[in-house]
Every structure is written in structure tokens, then in C-alpha cells.
């Protein structure tokens, strides 16, 4: 396959999951949802999404890999894998707030080539390829690329929520927070988003697993951003669960200082 009928098929696997979703959105009686092991909710609206990723991706790319939040891994013998999250930020979605999305990525061993940020309300997606600048479109203003900051004391940094942070990692996020022009809460992978947008200048973030993480890194990186883990490293599917992201990539140094 080529590089043009990944990102066709990414973009597709989206279309389909917002095509599943916008149905459940603010629902008038409201969405059930149920908690998973690790307490995280789920509904309906995840499960059928990804269920129709898959079968997007299994038809287009019948060799490679896929791996999703809600149903796991299948062919993990495969070179090329796929990483899912119908919904990241459920949470949101539940509450009636646009700021969910729907992540679709392509890796080859731990990197991504192929990352995709479909918010499917607002209509706004981000396309990220390695090595490519981003691509984005929606209905408000905006273009690709991270804005400079010249120092992390003007820095706008963004968390989803503090309780994402464990007790080892909240004081660390504290020295951060402490050394940024000012901090915002929510988000999810819209803040990434954001980001890419030149509207943010950090997101620092924990409990992230691979189908959270992996297509953000083609769509900051291709803004110019940069994105790590927290000691500055490259993200890996076994790694850690914190995520870095710098708009402008003189700030990673100190904001790696300070989570250290």
C-alpha cells in the first residue's frame, strides 16, 4: 500500500466512527455508561465505533495489525498495526461537551507514521504524517502550527484533569505548573489539538496509553511541536504513561527539568 491509501484509510476509519457517534451525542434521555477495570466509563457509542474502525481498516488493510482501547489487539505478528480510540474522552462525551475526539494511527514497530484527530461535532480534523506538515480542517479559523513561546513563563499549559496524576507525579506536574504563564484543565486529545494550533504551548499528562498517545505525535510533530515523555524521551507502547507536548521545542528542556 502506499503512504496515500494509509491516510485514506485513516480518514475513513474516522468518517465512519463519526458517522456512529454523532447519533449519541446529547442524547435527550442522556447515554448509560458503564465503568471498565481500570474506572474508566465506556457506552455504547465507543464499542460500536471502534466495531466499525475495524471494519474499515480490516478491509482496506487486510495485513496489518489493530489495536483498540475497547476490543485489544488482533494479528500482532503484523509489521503495520493500527491504534484506535473511538472516543478519548468519554467523560466529555457523556456530559454533552465537543471537546472528545476520535484518534486513528498508524505504527511501524513504536512509531507512528499516520496520526488522525477527528472531532466529529464541530467537524474539525487534524491529518499528521511523519516527516509531512499537519493538515487541518473545520468550520473556524485556524491553521497548522505550533506558535513560538519564548519562555515556559508565557507558556499556556493544559492538563485534562488532576486526577490523572498519581501521588508521585503530582508534585512534579506542580513544579511545572508553577514555572507556566497559566494553566487550563479539560480537554483531552482536543487540547493536542489546540496545540497543533498555536492556541496552547504545553500539555503535560499522565495514565496515557498507546491508543491515547499515538496519533498525537505525527499531528504535533508536523506542526513543529515536539512530543516525549516526561524524562524527554521517545513515547514506547510498553513505556511509561506520561506525555509531554511542546509547541514551540525550547521549552521541552525546562519543562523536562521540572518533571523530573
Not at 503495520?80 to 457523556?94: E, K, M, S, Y
Amino acid at each position: 500500500m502506499t503512504e496515500a491509501a494509509w491516510i485514506a484509510a485513516a480518514e475513513a476509519a474516522a468518517d465512519v466512527a463519526g458517522a456512529v457517534i454523532r447519533p449519541f451525542f446529547r442524547v435527550a434521555q442522556g447515554l448509560d455508561a458503564t465503568l471498565k477495570e481500570d474506572r474508566s466509563p465506556v457506552t455504547i457509542a465507543d464499542r460500536t465505533a471502534e466495531r466499525a474502525m475495524r471494519a474499515v481498516l480490516s478491509e482496506r488493510c487486510p495485513d496489518h495489525s489493530i489495536l483498540g482501547e475497547e476490543f485489544g489487539l488482533q494479528r500482532p505478528d503484523a509489521r503495520l498495526r493500527w491504534v484506535l480510540d473511538p472516543i478519548d474522552g468519554t467523560r466529555a462525551f457523556i456530559t454533552g461537551r465537543p471537546i472528545f475526539g476520535t484518534l486513528v494511527a498508524l505504527l511501524e514497530g513504536e512509531r507512528p507514521l499516520v496520526g488522525v484527530i477527528d472531532q466529529p461535532v464541530t467537524g474539525e480534523r487534524w491529518v499528521g504524517v511523519a516527516g509531512q506538515r499537519t493538515r487541518f480542517r473545520g468550520p473556524f479559523g485556524g491553521q497548522p502550527g505550533c506558535r513560538p513561546c519564548p519562555s515556559l513563563g508565557r507558556a499556556e499549559l493544559s492538563c485534562t484533569s488532576p486526577a490523572m496524576l498519581n501521588a508521585e507525579e503530582t508534585p512534579r506536574w506542580r513544579r511545572l505548573a508553577e514555572g507556566a504563564g497559566r494553566v487550563s484543565w479539560g480537554g483531552d486529545c482536543y487540547a493536542y489539538g489546540l496545540l497543533a494550533l498555536g492556541q496552547l504551548d504545553i500539555v503535560a499528562e499522565s495514565e496515557m496509553k498507546p491508543w491515547d498517545w499515538a496519533a498525537l505525535v505525527p499531528v504535533i510533530e508536523g506542526a513543529g511541536g515536539r512530543v516525549t515523555d516526561w524524562e524527554g524521551g521517545p513515547l514506547r507502547l510498553d513505556g511509561p504513561c506520561q506525555v509531554l507536548a511542546v509547541g514551540d521545542p525550547g521549552l521541552l528542556p525546562e519543562a523536562v527539568a521540572l518533571l523530573r
